[in-house]
């Protein structure tokens, strides 16, 4: 059963507009193809610009905002701003670290099991991670006593969208339509700028002002 603050979303979407809906589970490199192929008409998801080729797709507004934050030993949390450029970083947070650190993100190996990457820092396999709080929120609790999360210094958040098949543009319409009355409860159509933010289903973490 899928669930989610995305899942839920697309649910009531499709129940305000009277269609049918199903979900698929797709790798992250499969959405672009189902997209042209026409297999699947919106691919959800914490998804940026950098995921899929504007040849490909039309992106909707942003759906949420997404801080980017890094995980590293607390040993070495002083040392790493200066080694980033260089160190061994997994990228946990995959097409938005490609928006929000262009330059950089290009370099990062993607990983998607945030906790075994929590488990390669801790061998020395890694020397820091990216991920969403969200992420962080997932192994903290077991490893916080080994472990420091923070925001990157300057770092922008990462606007996060959905994406529907290149053309659709009467379902791109009628999403962007329906999120922006859904978060204001107006029927008016948004501005050329404006954007709906969905509420992440996590709770950001309270910071600790001694650290993670």
């Known amino acids: 059963e899928f669930s989610g603050t995305e899942i839920d979303a697309v649910r009531a979407f499709a129940e305000a507009t009277g269609r049918e809906v199903t979900f698929s589970p797709l790798l992250r490199e499969e959405l672009a193809e189902a997209l042209r192929r026409n297999t699947a008409d919106m691919a959800i998801g914490?998804?940026?610009r950098?995921?899929?080729?504007?040849?490909?797709?039309e992106w909707t507004t942003p759906v949420s905002s997404e801080e980017i934050l890094v995980l590293a030993r607390r040993e070495d949390w002083y040392a790493l701003a200066d080694l980033l450029e260089t160190a061994r970083v997994g990228n946990g947070c995959g097409s938005p670290a490609a928006e929000a650190l262009p330059g950089l993100a290009g370099s990062l190996p993607e990983v998607t099991d945030i906790p075994a990457a929590a488990q390669a820092l801790l061998r020395d396999e890694l020397d820091a991670v990216l991920c969403f709080r969200w992420q962080a929120e997932q192994i903290m609790g077991e490893?916080?006593?080994h472990l420091r999360c923070d925001s990157l210094p300057d770092t922008p958040m990462a606007e996060c969208r959905f994406a529907v098949a290149k053309g659709d543009t009467e379902l791109l319409e009628a999403w962007n339509r329906f999120l922006i009355e859904s978060a204001t409860g107006q029927s008016e159509s948004p501005d050329d700028d404006g954007a709906a933010v969905l509420q992440p289903k996590v709770e950001p973490i309270a910071q600790n002002p001694k650290g993670w």
């Open 50 to 57: 950098a995921a899929i080729d504007e040849r490909t797709a």
């Open 46 to 48: 914490r998804l940026t």
């Open 143 to 145: 490893y916080g006593s």
